[in-house]
């Protein structure tokens, strides 16, 4: 087989959830699994990359090749994507990061009888916007992952963020957060290709593939 276009490339990765901290013992988070991150991850390394994996809280193994740095919280994950980014030649948001944080965890466990009524979220930095704009920064791909307007909001993401690819998936009815088999509508200014539905597994290859292939043409 011909040589992956991605061989001893340098590719960040974002992947899993975020966890925002209520209190000591309590926090918000999503039904990210990781999966798809880890997948890409792994078919990275297969095509002979240098991966560097972000991870959000996962039980999922760190697969052969790849070096992980586990993170809890966004703003710890924006932080240690940051640092990396300029040095890599790829970067693949695939991290499910919350939107919000809790405006003022309390250090301490809060006790039931002082429970507020009401708890004040802040806006999280978006990490993909933010290496997107960095000048001379990697390539960038983004996800999308949407219930509605499928096509119609990735094109929006491509732009607003950004982003020289994006990769959309339709979640919701069985589809996409926590589930093997996925579908995506990969876009990028001027085109696009539909992958899938197949397993995860598949699907990170061919999308690397893919991203092998507009990488190597945008240089
Ligand atoms: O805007 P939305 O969250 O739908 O965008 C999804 C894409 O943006 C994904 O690639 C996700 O990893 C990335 N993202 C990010 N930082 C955020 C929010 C989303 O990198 N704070």
């Known amino acids: 087989s011909r040589p992956s276009a991605l ?5 960040l990765i974002t992947a899993g ?28 390394a ?6 560097t994996l972000i991870a959000g809280p996962s039980a999922l193994p760190t697969p052969p090749g790849v070096t ?20 890599a030649d790829i970067f693949v948001a695939a991290a ?10 309390a250090t301490n466990k809060v006790k039931k009888t ?12 978006d990490i ?21 307007d499928l096509l119609e909001h990735a094109r929006g993401k491509l732009a607003a963020k950004g982003l020289d690819m994006i990769a959309a998936n339709q979640v919701g009815d069985g589809l996409g957060f926590d589930v093997d088999e996925n579908r995506l509508e990969v876009l990028w200014t001027g085109g ?13 290859a061919a999308l690397i593939e893919l991203l092998g292939e507009h990488w190597h043409a945008a240089r």
């Open 68 to 87: 992980r740095i586990d993170v809890e919280t966004a703003l710890e994950m924006h932080a240690a994507t940051l640092t990396r980014a300029a040095e």
């Open 7 to 11: 061989q001893n490339q340098s590719i």
């Open 17 to 44: 959830p975020t966890r925002e901290p209520i209190d000591a013992v309590r926090f918000i988070a999503n039904r990210s699994s990781g999966r798809m991150g880890f997948a890409i991850a792994a078919a990275a």
């Open 96 to 105: 499910a990061v919350a939107d919000y944080r809790v405006a003022e965890p």
């Open 128 to 148: 993909v916007r933010d290496v997107a704009a960095m000048p001379d920064g990697p390539f960038t791909l983004g996800f999308a992952a949407e219930t509605d």
């Open 46 to 51: 297969t095509a002979g990359s240098q991966v």
């Open 114 to 125: 002082d429970a507020p009524s009401s708890l004040p979220l802040t806006a999280n930095p």
């Open 192 to 204: 696009g290709a539909t992958l899938g539905p197949m397993p995860k597994r598949r699907l990170a």
